[in-house]
């Protein structure tokens, strides 16, 4: 009897562990984020809908392709199943329509944490149920996420071989994924081979060639769905050779969303390339689609810009003076030193092709330098003030008046008076009008026979601060009682 009812409980348990293997069951309340069942990537697990929404997490350790099936019981009402990143937004809409039952889609997405809610309808009547089944397959990637802006695209290493996934991002009504960038620098005048490769469940990477001078607009197709080459496994392939001059571009692959009649099928995908460089044209004059030996290099490869510095990080000019900027890069040899200026305010200040910079309105403003080849950055923030007044001093009876010019862009003026010419200036009056060109001292306060000397500040106010400008040089006067 024992062995008997031994043998039982081995063999209901094997049963149990089987059916915990083929399908979990949703546990309740799971009714919003924070409750969500956590389920496998890869496995099966069903649900009811009874007057609330489902909702239910997953973790992906690498970025890869999640195949998603959802059968239901019922046909009537339309099924929304919305797919949201770590921080709860949304990245992906797919509705069940009416009168469906059964609805397959992938997913390519890279590692993390993802939610999926399965959206409880008003209109339903009753309650029913409905099945998912989730396949997660692992694709080799290279390059981490994110990697959307063309900002901060990484540089393409020739004869490195590269793979990602292009994937979701935030949806809006247009668009349901971001393109990826890469940096591609030609060293000279030659010609660039790149072979890619493409799996995309129906759809297929598009490649697309962009200037420096304006990188989110196509200079150059590669392809589009009818240039790649299909094998067996649905992997699309092609070989690109194109003649490029010296200079700056960037590689987009192009998000792929596929829509069948019936929705939303693939969203993203899986793409590899090598790119490869020879100096010179390849004698067509255009680009080819041939399959080419990929070409290394010609000579060693370019030396690149890791760091570019300015002479100073700040720096205070009067109106209407200028100064000179210069710039060091490292390493020293960079086959490319060019580099761009750019003043974040060019009504403060403008600055040349070559670092000088002009003071044209009082406030302030960033000039930045940036390197040709990488992009490297460097900035000095440039503050221009107003210039120093000229003054006079002159007493007339028991009045000393100190008198200046108007000083252009002022708002007002600060007097100081000292004892000593070149020390212990304090400051006795401040005039806060424009219009202000004199300031009168009182002889009764001052001692007889005692030189004074006196000093004036002009000021601009720039969003509730003042900008001061230098001393004026000191003008004096002995008192006279």
């Known amino acids: 009897m024992n062995t008997k009812k031994g043998i039982f409980i081995c063999m209901f348990m094997f049963l149990c562990l089987n059916f915990a293997l083929i399908a979990q069951a949703e546990s309740e309340p799971n009714n919003n984020f924070a409750d969500a069942n956590h389920v496998p990537a890869s496995g099966t697990f069903t649900g009811t809908m009874s ?46 329509g009416i009168n469906t039952t059964e609805k397959s ?96 469940d129906n759809g297929s990477s598009q490649i697309i060639l962009a200037k420096e001078s304006d990188p ?14 299909e094998s067996g496994d649905g992997t699309k ?51 080819s689609k041939e399959d080419p030996s990929p070409q290394t290099p010609s000579g060693s490869q370019s030396i690149q810009t890791t760091r570019v510095k300015l002479n100073v990080s700040k720096k205070t000019l009067d109106l209407g003076k200028s100064c000179t900027l210069k710039a060091s890069l490292t390493p020293s040899n960079a086959d490319n030193k060019k580099v761009t200026w750019i003043s974040s305010n060019k009504k403060v200040a403008t600055v040349s092709a070559r670092g000088v910079v002009k003071a044209k309105g009082i406030g302030q403003a960033t000039i930045t330098v ?16 107003p210039s120093a007044p000229k003054i006079t001093v002159k007493q007339t009876g028991s009045k000393i008046r100190v008198s200046w010019k108007k000083v252009k862009g002022a708002s007002g003026y600060k007097i100081y008076r000292s004892v000593k010419k070149n020390s212990g200036y304090r400051l006795v009056r401040t005039l806060n009008r424009a219009s202000a060109r004199f300031f009168t001292d009182r002889v009764s306060g001052l001692k007889n026979k005692k ?27 002995r008192v006279k009682k």
């Not at 099928?265 to 390849?282: E, I």
Request: charged share 20%.
């Open 216 to 229: 989110t607009n196509p200079y150059f197709w590669f392809t589009n769905h009818d240039d790649w080459s």
């Open 451 to 477: 030189r004074y000397y006196y000093k004036v500040v002009a000021y601009k106010t720039v969003k509730k601060s003042k900008i001061n400008s230098s001393y004026s040089k000191p003008a004096s006067i």
């Open 105 to 200: 889609c992938t997913l390519y997405l890279p590692k993390g944490t993802y939610y999926l809610l399965f959206g409880y309808s008003s209109s339903a009547q009753g309650s029913w149920d409905y099945t998912v089944q989730t396949q997660f397959t692992p694709k080799l990637v290279t390059r981490p996420e994110p990697k959307y802006d063309w900002t901060k695209a990484p540089q393409i290493v020739f004869g490195t071989a590269y793979s990602a996934v292009s994937s979701l991002s935030p949806a809006s009504s247009s668009n349901y994924g971001m393109d990826d960038y890469y940096k591609l620098v030609v060293p000279s005048d030659g010609t660039v081979t790149v072979e890619a490769s493409s799996y995309a």
């Open 370 to 385: 940036k390197t040709k080849d990488t992009g490297k950055r460097a900035t000095c923030k440039i503050t221009v003030r």
């Open 51 to 96: 007057n609330n929404h489902d909702y239910y997490v997953f973790d992906l350790d690498m970025a890869g392709a999640l195949s998603l099936k959802v059968t239901r019981t019922a046909a009537d009402p339309s099924l929304p199943v919305t797919l949201y990143n770590s921080d709860q937004k949304t990245l992906l809409k797919i509705n069940i």
């Open 237 to 287: 392939q092609g070989t690109f050779r194109i003649p490029l001059e010296k200079g700056v571009y960037y590689l987009r692959f192009k998000n792929t969303v596929f829509r069948s009649t019936q929705g939303i099928t693939t969203v993203g995908g899986v793409y590899s390339f090598t790119a490869a460089y020879s100096s010179g044209d390849d004698g067509s004059g255009s680009a």
